[in-house]
């Protein structure tokens, strides 16, 4: 047999173009789109009933020195990213209101696949972003709806990344950056293909390290990504490996209050994160004939994850968790009633998450006619299986102004002393552990989980005419959660902690889709589909109303959670104006049921438990408008969502003005916190000469509710907003600030100048006006007020500033290519 030349071309180059791109389209060669995360034969994009949505090679490397999050920022309808944990390499994806989040306890509604391999941790269903190397990167498609063949927690939709391999990449690359921040980051790669052109190879190490703009806020990162193929007539094995070693501080909120005159301040420290982790993929693809095609792949990933942070640190009894909690129990003076005892310090929480993953996966794609029409018919099944191991510790300094509790030497943890003027905090907001009122260590929380899905697979296009194409499909998803509680000390006293429980889930989901395409210029699609997420490990731990939890501080014995069931409607329409300019449009609504919230337990301010509550909306409208003249590229797109709770519930919220005993009432037609309702982004991108580009971008996000705010009754500055009755604003205009943050504007500047000989120069430039924004928001408390001393309690808006002005420059130097690339 021949060597399918055509056929590997489009499995490299599947789903590498977007309608909204600023490439020109040619070729169906290169307009194909894979239906599954799997290597497949491939489709015309133009008869997929979805606005896929791409970042090829070309478009990332044009827009210089920019990470996958900053491009989909940039460039893609519906995305915004936020740094809810105050790092850039810890960014929270949000597309159409779902989000892909590295932070535990947030909602999770993306799945991330790299090379076919869902990179979903199974602790949360949390995407570290740190562990996908940016350099590594050879496309990315952004998939919307709830597409069940990209499977569980595919809520809103699935970001599919493919990595680059030495057929792409040949020859040496070294790469420097240096600019604002002491940001510092070094590449080295090197790429190439054997003689008779069966092998190829790629490897690349990338070092980054910078202090970061905001105080006390250093990160670094270590990362390694190498690829080796083998591929014949018939036959294409690729084996992958991704290593990261990464250090990062992430100073999330501060409150607003302590942000004037110096946005680069933080609230407290350490908020520490190290990312260990190691991952090997074997993908393979097989023809059986010119159109029979079997591919798969199995994996083995290992993810050691260890955090630790400072916190302020309040227990208390008048809220009736003296039974629950170990220091309100056991610190507590003798006889104290519960109106006289309040515990407050700072407080260590360290945590150490282990996690071991294997999969499994393979499917057959037929494409064939039925009955003279034209048809692709993929079939297929996966195993996926995990072992989860968590430990979280806490170590308590308190205060000297806790009241009614029994204090404790250092020394002499069993005994009582004197009150003294010890600090529990120092002059940069670091916990202090060694004080008066430092008490030993304690684990809050030991769990070990076992998960596993098991799922089957099938989707069908079939191309009724010339005009008219039909695709079908259907994932059956079977998931296991099952933890064992296994804390020592304290906590395990009786049978009220434990988290050992056992919950099974599944389902059926179906999607159906049509595309009319009238002319070879235009296409018009609608779409049907459903997709679910079972509840993890973190959540089945924290489920029960009647003890609650600090989450992901503690866990309690808790009853089963149902899954989250997303079903979406899509339509939309696609086309050309002319050669040079493309367009396209969609509407949407994506409704979840049974979602699943953080919610209060009775009489606390600051325990409560995950809870299916109802149903969650999301509406919008997406339009996108690129082209190209001669050296002049452009691209535009305007974006509407709408995401709303449509359920009756209850949240837990004390800083809310409109909070009754600490509790908010959501009602349907709330608008959800975090998702900017207008977004509007524009790119273009000039060739000065051949050698020399320059381009801009161009982001505006409207305000967004912070969160604390999901009811949209929160007025600034009102008594309600004080914990003082004697000057309820406490002579701080800020204190518990807007229940929003305002709308922004960011310009962004890049060029790229080829010196020749191999060597090239590159600048990015972010930011340009230095306007003063903020990314996030939430209501909250703290203890510190503007000048930064410990004291009373002052309700305020905790916000995360967008970075100022800033700048960087880098060199890249290539040789020994492939002859073509000379």
């Not at 391999?165 to 040949?170: D, T």
């Not at 227990?315 to 170990?326: I, N, Q, R, Y």
């Amino acid at each position: 047999m021949k060597l399918k030349l055509s056929a590997i071309v489009a499995l490299a180059l599947a789903s590498s173009v977007s309608l909204g791109a600023a490439e020109k389209l040619t070729t169906s060669t290169i307009n194909v789109y894979s239906a599954t995360p799997l290597p497949s034969l491939g489709l015309p994009l133009n008869i997929i009933p979805a606005n896929i949505q791409i970042a090829t090679p070309k478009a990332i490397n044009a827009q210089s020195g920019v990470t996958l999050a900053d491009y989909m920022s940039n460039n893609l309808q519906s995305v915004s990213v936020t740094e809810m944990g105050g790092n850039p390499w810890q960014p929270e994806i949000t597309f159409r209101g779902y989000s892909a989040s590295p932070l535990l306890g947030m909602p999770q509604g993306m799945s991330t696949f790299v090379d076919g391999v869902r990179v979903n941790e199974p602790f949360g269903d949390v995407t570290l972003w740190d562990k996908i190397p940016n350099f590594a990167i050879g496309g990315m498609q952004l998939v919307p709806g709830s597409n069940p063949m990209y499977g569980l927690n595919t809520l809103g939709g699935a970001i599919a990344i493919q990595t680059k391999s030495g057929r792409q990449a040949q020859g040496v690359g070294i790469e420097a950056e240096y600019g604002s921040w002491n940001r510092q980051r070094a590449l080295v790669e090197y790429g190439g293909v054997s003689k008779d052109g069966s092998m190829d190879f790629y490897i690349g190490h990338q070092t980054t390290k910078e202090d970061g703009w905001r105080q006390f806020s250093p990160s670094h990162l270590n990362q390694t990504f190498a690829k080796t193929g083998w591929q014949s007539e018939k036959s294409k094995i690729d084996l992958s490996y991704i290593g990261t070693d990464n250090k990062l501080i992430g100073n999330g909120f501060t409150p607003e209050h302590m942000l004037s005159g110096d946005r680069d301040q933080i609230h407290t420290r350490p908020d520490w994160t190290n990312n260990y982790y190691h991952h090997l993929a074997l993908n393979g693809s097989y023809w059986i004939n010119n159109d029979v095609m079997l591919s798969g792949n199995t994996y083995w990933r290992k993810s050691n994850r260890h955090t630790k942070n400072g916190d302020l640190y309040e227990s208390d009894m008048e809220a009736g968790l003296g039974e629950h909690d170990t220091y309100s129990r056991l610190h507590c003076a003798p006889g104290a009633g519960d109106d006289e005892c309040e515990l407050k310090g700072s407080v260590l929480n360290t945590s150490h998450t282990k996690q071991d993953n294997y999969g499994i996966a393979g499917q057959i794609t037929f494409n064939q006619d039925f009955m003279g029409m034209k048809n692709q018919f993929i079939a297929g099944t996966g195993f996926d299986y995990s072992l989860i191991r968590f430990r979280q510790n806490e170590r308590v300094n308190l205060s000297d102004e806790t009241e009614g509790a029994v204090r404790f030497d250092a020394a002499a943890p069993g005994g009582s002393s004197a009150e003294s003027s010890t600090p529990v905090w120092d002059a940069s907001r670091e916990a202090i552990l060694d004080g008066a009122g430092s008490l030993p260590q304690t684990q809050t929380v030991g769990l070990t989980g076992k998960q596993w899905t098991a799922s089957l697979f099938a989707t069908d296009t079939l191309s009724l005419n010339d005009k008219w194409h039909l695709n079908a499909g259907a994932r059956y998803n079977h998931t296991k959660v099952d933890n064992n509680d296994i804390l020592r000390g304290p906590y395990s006293a009786s049978n009220v902690r434990s988290l050992t429980a056992t919950d099974d889930y599944k389902r059926l989901n179906p999607t159906i889709g049509i595309t009319h395409t009238p002319t070879e210029k235009l296409s018009i699609f609608a779409t049907y589909s459903e997709s679910s997420r079972a509840p993890t490990s973190i959540e089945v731990g924290c489920s029960n109303p009647e003890t609650g939890c600090l989450l992901p501080s503690a866990m309690a014995d808790d009853p089963p959670l149902k899954q989250v069931v997303a079903k979406t409607y899509d339509f939309g329409t696609r086309g050309s104006l002319t050669d040079e300019v493309k367009w396209n449009a969609s509407i949407y609504q994506a409704m979840n049921h049974q979602d699943i919230q953080f919610i209060r337990v009775d009489g606390s301010t600051s325990r409560g438990y995950y809870s299916n509550v109802g149903r969650t909306q999301r509406q919008g409208l997406d339009l996108g408008l690129s082209g190209q003249h001669e050296r002049f590229r452009w691209s535009s797109s305007y974006s509407y969502i709408r995401a709303t709770f449509d359920s009756d519930f209850n949240l837990l919220s004390g800083s809310n003005s409109s909070a009754v005993d600490n509790v908010i009432e959501v009602k349907k037609g709330n608008r959800m916190p975090s998702i900017p309702e207008h977004q509007f982004k524009l790119r273009a991108q000039f060739d000065v000469t051949p050698k020399w580009s320059i381009g801009s971008n161009v982001v505006y996000f409207s305000d967004q509710y912070v969160m604390g705010n999901e009811n949209n009754r929160h007025v600034a500055n009102t008594a309600a907003c004080s914990s003082s009755e004697s000057d309820p604003l406490r002579e701080n205009d800020a204190a518990c600030g807007s229940g929003k943050i305002k709308d922004y504007t960011v310009v962004n500047l890049d060029s790229q100048y080829n010196f020749g000989g191999g060597w090239k120069a590159f600048a990015k430039a972010v930011n340009i006006f230095d306007h003063d924004y903020y990314i996030a928001g939430r209501l909250a408390e703290t203890m510190f007020d503007a000048s930064g001393a410990y004291g009373e309690e002052i309700k305020s808006r905790g916000v995360i500033p967008g970075v100022p002005r800033a700048a960087w420059i880098g060199m890249r130097y290539e040789f020994g290519g492939a002859p073509e690339a000379k």
